[in-house]
T-cell receptor, first 114, second 116 residues
Framework: GDSVTQMEGPVTLSEEACLTI???????????LFWYVQYPGEGLQLLLK?????DKGSNKGFEATYRKETTSFHLEKGSVQVSDSAVYFC?????????????FGTGTRLQVTL | KAGVTQTPRYLIKTRGQQVTLSCSPI?????VSWYQQTPGQGLQFLFE???????NKGNFPGRFSGRQFSNSRSEMNVSTLELGDSALYLC???????????????FGAGTRLSVL
């Protein structure tokens, strides 16, 4: 079946440090890839997406590149802020006409300190 | 434009009871999916509805059911509640069904269900 593997957290960084959260996937077909973020007490917000190989998704200083050869979609940010503290989920959905299910990784908690 | 609205935000029930959760999608969105989030199992897909019909279903027992109304609003029902049903239940809406590359799912804030 389809699966997403994320690095274990929590990740603790000082403000302005560089962030990388690793994400790799296995899929039975050709997937679209996503990063969602969940702030405390809230639902999931779409952070960025990529729908085909070599696409780069970017938003709010975060970016991730769809690497088909390594089946990866690592999340990066050059300089994190305290407000980036949240749980980050990598997810995939198959690009078929009937696909409904987002398959999520286990989430990586990021804590940014002053 | 208003986002996905889930009600209620919090619920406390006892074992054996049943519960109904509600989801109003983004205006114009016709597809609604439900997910369960727990610390142990993470985020798991329950089902998706489009045009009042269930289109896909995850691996949950028959105690979990749902429906969709003609205005695209959806409800999820859990009967004979068990302690393990305690979770955050998230609803997501998207424009249509299929074409998942362009049909992004947008999530509500969730309903937190506690079963005592």
């Amino acid at each position: 079946g389809d699966s997403v593997t994320q690095m274990e957290g929590p990740v603790t960084l000082s403000e302005e440090a560089c962030l990388t959260i690793n994400c790799t996937y296995t899929a039975t077909g050709y997937p679209s890839l996503f990063w969602y973020v969940q702030y405390p007490g809230e639902g999931l917000q779409l952070l960025l997406k990529a729908t085909k190989a070599d696409d780069k998704g970017s938003n709010k200083g975060f970016e991730a590149t769809y690497r088909k050869e390594t089946t990866s979609f690592h999340l990066e940010k050059g300089s994190v802020q305290v407000s980036d503290s949240a749980v980050y989920f990598c997810a995939l959905i198959l690009n078929t006409g009937t696909a409904s299910k987002l398959t999520f990784g286990t989430g990586t908690r990021l804590q940014v300190t002053l | 434009k208003a986002g996905v609205t889930q009600t209620p935000r919090y619920l406390i029930k006892t074992r054996g009871q049943q519960v109904t959760l509600s989801c109003s999608p983004i205006s114009g969105h016709r597809s609604v999916s439900w997910y369960q989030q727990t610390p142990g199992q993470g985020l798991q897909f329950l089902f998706e509805y489009f045009s009042e019909t269930q289109r896909n279903k995850g691996n949950f027992p028959g105690r979990f059911s749902g429906r969709q109304f003609s205005n695209s609003r959806s409800e999820m029902n859990v009967s004979t509640l068990e302690l393990g049903d305690s979770a955050l239940y998230l609803c997501a809406s998207r424009l249509g069904w299929g074409n998942s590359a362009k049909n992004i799912q947008y999530f509500g804030a969730g309903t937190r269900l506690s079963v005592l």
